[in-house]
T-cell receptor, first 108, second 116 residues
Framework: EDQVTQSPEALRLQEGESSSLNCSYTVSGLRGLFWYRQDPGKGPEFLFTLYSAGEEKEKERLKATLTKKESFLHITAPKPEDSATYLCAVQRTYKYIFGTGTRLKVLA | NAGVTQTPKFQVLKTGQSMTLQCAQDMNHEYMSWYRQDPGMGLRLIHYSVGAGITDQGEVPNGYNVSRSTTEDFPLRLLSAAPSQTSVYFC???????????????FGQGTRLTVV
């Protein structure tokens, strides 16, 4: 059965304290792994797409990596404005399968 | 470009009432989908469409109908609202090339529905 599991469920960091979010997946025929950011009351906003093991992508303080079984979203020196829920999704044919997200709170 | 536009943003229904959630996109995307988001459950696929005139069921389709008469619009109909349908609903669209979806989804801002 296709499944996406994100950990931790919630994470509190001090400003500048780097950490990583995990997304473990089992899916046959993976077509892509996606990271989204969701702010309260808003729709998910696209961050990254990763297609193959070993691939890495960066955007400001965020870096996403992919292995055959999991993906990490590394947050370097986070700021309070990085506080949000981060969603991971895998794509199989026409369907995206989402994890339940990691709620990140960065304290000033 | 407006992207994906959902209306209304908020709605309160009584049990048994019907309504339609509207979704429109201006990116000429072939693939559109509806999700519901509940605490602790993540985003769950309700229905999706790979092009005008073509729709299919997702993970949680019961109690919902869809149709796709144009590329731009993908309305979601609640036939007889139930308290279990209280949720936040998101519409999304994606580009599909050569009949295969392999790009990121663009989401609307959501409709917060309460059924009392």
């Amino acid at each position: 059965e296709d499944q996406v599991t994100q950990s931790p469920e919630a994470l509190r960091l001090q400003e500048g304290e780097s950490s990583s979010l995990n997304c473990s997946y089992t899916v046959s025929g993976l077509r892509g792994l996606f990271w989204y950011r969701q702010d309260p009351g808003k729709g998910p906003e696209f961050l990254f797409t990763l297609y193959s093991a070993g691939e890495e992508k960066e955007k400001e303080r965020l870096k996403a990596t992919l292995t055959k079984k999991e993906s990490f979203l590394h947050i370097t020196a986070p700021k309070p404005e990085d506080s949000a829920t981060y969603l991971c999704a895998v794509q199989r044919t026409y369907k995206y399968i989402f994890g339940t997200g990691t709620r990140l709170k960065v304290l000033a | 470009n407006a992207g994906v536009t959902q209306t209304p943003k908020f709605q309160v229904l009584k049990t048994g009432q019907s309504m339609t959630l509207q979704c429109a996109q201006d990116m000429n995307h072939e693939y559109m989908s509806w999700y519901r988001q509940d605490p602790g459950m993540g985003l769950r696929l309700i229905h999706y469409s790979v092009g005008a005139g073509i729709t299919d069921q997702g993970e949680v389709p019961n109690g919902y109908n869809v149709s796709r008469s144009t590329t731009e619009d993908f309305p979601l109909r609640l036939l007889s609202a139930a308290p279990s349908q209280t949720s936040v609903y998101f519409c999304a669209s994606s580009y599909s090339g050569q009949g295969v979806v392999n790009t990121e989804a663009f989401f609307g801002q959501g409709t917060r529905l309460t059924v009392v």
